[in-house]
């Protein structure tokens, strides 16, 4: 069987399980780690958007996008 080598934050992470004691102590976590990343995501589409790399013309083709894997 081949073992995972963890990065820094997968081990702080894993280490702070070990205060998580009810569900509701996970869901709380989740909402958290939850937070920081659509925050993290929002600030990347304000920057995309304030130098110009992403506008209204770019955003509508999305609506129009359908990239599907193909299926064999």
Do not use: C
């Not at 280490?15 to 993290?40: G, H």
């Amino acid at each position: 069987m081949e073992s995972t080598e963890f990065n820094q934050a997968q081990m702080q992470l894993l280490e702070m399980m070990s205060f998580v004691r009810t569900p509701e102590s996970l869901a709380d976590l989740n909402k958290v780690i939850s937070d920081y990343f659509a925050q993290q995501a929002q600030e990347e589409i304000n920057r995309l958007w304030a130098t110009g790399e992403l506008n209204d013309e770019k955003v509508e083709n999305f609506r129009h996008l359908h990239e599907r894997t193909p299926y064999k």
